[in-house]
């Protein structure tokens, strides 16, 4: 997205004004470089946890998934080559690559945003309607693939605009806009309303009717023997995705905020430190893609314990046999009175409707029981 700044008018200059001094490109470099590894090597842990134990195949799990597919993905292939490019304020990778680099990152922010915002309708749903059906496996991944239907159909300007520009002493990557003056201004107002205001509202609505209902009332349909387990289990969860959003949001703000203001006012392109600022708030966006996988260890206890398994080889990192139950299938234990009333350990998506399902098998057992003592006593008769 770095290249969105440079258009036509900077073709006018042969010389290049962006050469930085070798300590300030030195400093830069290990800021991004930071983001690059925390982000790949994080996201790609939390991939690893989710596909590799069963109990973490949730819907909330399957999204925040897709979340981190993106989030390395952008990591990967756009935090440094945007740096380079940012930096330099010249392109060394060719034609093709220009379209990919203009085009992916919307692609990817766009996935990560809508797929903050299925979760939140789904946590909406569970908490204020959970007598409702929730979404199948492949539900979850039909709204996936829509996501990223669109994210392709939004970002595909981008790529078909994209081309470069050899100058004398440095090549360009810009997105050639029909009408230079006002597209690329149009379509990122465009973008940062689809893809930054709306699903922020979204979910700003829907995760103050949760909190209202987790911290202000009683869950709907919710009276069980457990129910300040699940309360309490529920609000982990809710609290953990509205710190991810606001993570999030808080990122990119500067981002979108800079490309407004230098949309609205062109003379703040030629200010003198307008590209120490562009690679501060080109940081600051870049950096969302790491944040998640720290938050999850911190606030998810089954997270932690995956990663406590990627890491136990560090001597600092115990893995307790705790840790170890926290990633296996939750299964049906034999109980004194019936292995159908007693569960290894409680899922927060249980209905508060267990209690009377075990009380009505044992009577139909001891009916049952009472029905072969009336046919033996038939048959002595």
Same mark, same amino acid.
């Given at each position: 997205m770095a290249s969105e700044r440079v258009g036509p008018n900077s073709t006018r200059n042969l010389t290049n004004q962006f050469v930085q001094p070798a300590w300030r490109i030195a400093l830069w470099s290990v800021a991004y470089s930071t983001v690059l590894a925390v982000a790949v090597f994080g996201n790609l842990i939390v991939i690893w946890i989710i596909l590799a134990h069963k109990r973490m195949r949730t819907v909330t799990n399957y999204f925040l998934l897709n979340l981190a597919f993106s989030d390395v993905s952008m990591a990967a292939f756009n935090t440094l080559i945007n740096f380079v490019y940012a930096a330099h304020g010249d392109w060394y990778f060719g034609e093709v690559y220009c379209r990919f680099h203009n085009f992916f990152p919307v692609t990817a922010v766009f996935a990560s945003i809508y797929s903050m915002s299925a979760i939140a309708i789904d946590r909406y749903m569970a908490i204020i309607h959970p007598l409702k059906p929730r979404l199948s496996a492949k539900a979850t991944m039909g709204v996936i693939v829509c996501i990223w239907s669109l994210a392709v159909v939004l970002a595909? *300007?981008?790529?078909?605009? &994209?081309?470069? +520009?050899?100058?004398?002493?440095?090549?360009?990557c810009y997105v050639a806009w029909p009408r230079m003056a006002d597209d690329h201004f149009m379509y990122h107002i465009i973008v940062t309303v689809l893809v930054y205001l709306l699903p922020l509202v979204v979910m700003g609505i829907t995760y103050t009717i949760v909190g209202v209902t987790l911290w202000g009332g009683e869950i709907p349909g919710d009276s069980s023997d457990n129910y300040h387990g699940q309360l309490r289990a529920k609000r982990k969860v809710v609290k953990m995705m509205i710190i991810v959003v606001v993570t999030f949001a808080l990122s990119w703000l500067p981002y979108h905020v800079f490309f407004i203001a230098t949309g609205l006012n062109k003379r703040l392109s030629k200010w003198k430190y307008i590209q120490q600022v562009y690679l501060s708030v080109l940081w600051l966006a870049m950096s969302s893609t790491m944040y998640n996988p720290i938050i999850y260890c911190c606030l998810n206890n089954?997270?932690?314990?995956?990663? +406590?398994?990627?890491?136990?080889?560090? *001597?600092?990192?115990?893995? &307790? &046999?705790?840790?170890?139950?926290?990633?296996?299938?939750?299964?049906?234990? *034999?109980?004194h009175q019936s292995s159908m009333c007693t569960l290894s350990r409680v899922d927060t998506s249980i209905l508060s409707k267990n209690k009377s399902t075990c009380s009505l098998f044992k009577f139909l057992k001891r009916t049952k029981v009472c029905l072969n003592f009336l046919e033996l006593s038939k048959s002595h008769f």
């Open positions: 595909f *300007p981008l790529c078909y605009f &994209s081309t470069t +520009k050899t100058l004398p002493r440095r090549t360009l089954r997270f932690r314990a995956g990663f +406590k398994q990627v890491f136990r080889w560090c *001597p600092f990192v115990r893995v &307790s &046999s705790y840790d170890e139950l926290q990633l296996q299938n939750t299964r049906l234990r *034999p109980g």
